[in-house]
């Protein structure tokens, strides 16, 4: 059965990666992005929804959640991937980086689960909104200490929207460690990276996407937070 899965952060990466699997599974795709890549042609010419909107500026927010409730009756999932990963001495300075990743990881995700709580109850079938959280959230980060709280409250708010949303609508969170690194990243920082994991290695996308999946299919889990950080907890 054709689902409306709702991806934010679609441009690169994980997003790109998941938009393009549920697209090559007959899903209908609607799909946010801050920056026009070439990406965003190519998922539109594979069928996708493609909506721009950064998350920083309310205008485009409300005008976002305006078009989505006007357009769509129903929604089937609702995936929070959309993400910032700013270093507390990010040039724009402090009040910049935590207003940034209260932003984007907070307040976007607060405001489109319950503006689009109604479409996600429109269903026959059981809902599911996923937010993708990070190990850090439970664990802190010295560099990145504004992103960790704000992936902290992203984690919280899990729980609050389980309880408030069932038994319609499931709500779990991903909280990944090292999926994919960055093209930046050189052989010594990812040598130290995959270290920090008694498997000693990079997830790779496709196991947020069998994450997904499992949550998807379930019928029994919510307000759950799914681990997938090589066991970097046992180091
Ligand atoms: N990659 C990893 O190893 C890990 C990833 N995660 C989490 O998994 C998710 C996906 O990770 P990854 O693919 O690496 O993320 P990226 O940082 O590569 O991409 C995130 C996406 O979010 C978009 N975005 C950033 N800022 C805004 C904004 N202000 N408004 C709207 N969209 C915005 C980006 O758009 P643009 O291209 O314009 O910047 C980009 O398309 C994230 O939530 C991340 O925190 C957690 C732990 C590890
Ligand atoms: N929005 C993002 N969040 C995170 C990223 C990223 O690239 N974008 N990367 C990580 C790292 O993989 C880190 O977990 C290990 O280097 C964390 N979050």
Redesign the pocket.
Known sequence: MQKNILI????????LYLAKAFLARGHRVLG????H?PSIDALAELGADLYQ????DQAQLDELIQTLKLRYQGLDALI??????LSDDDPVGVDGVIS?MM??HVY?PYQLNLALAPLLQNRETMTDIIH????VAQKGSKKHIAYAAS?AALENMTLSFAGKLAPQVKVNAIA???????EDDDEDYRDKARAKSVLARE?GETE?LQAIDYLMQSQYVTGSSLALDGGRHLK
């Open positions: 934010t952060g679609v441009g690169k990466r994980i997003g946010t992005f801050r920056t890549y909107c950064d998350f920083t929070h991937n959309a993400s910032l990963w940034q932003q984007v976007a993708l959280t990070d190990y992936k990944p460690a090292l999926i994919c690194f960055n997830g947020v």
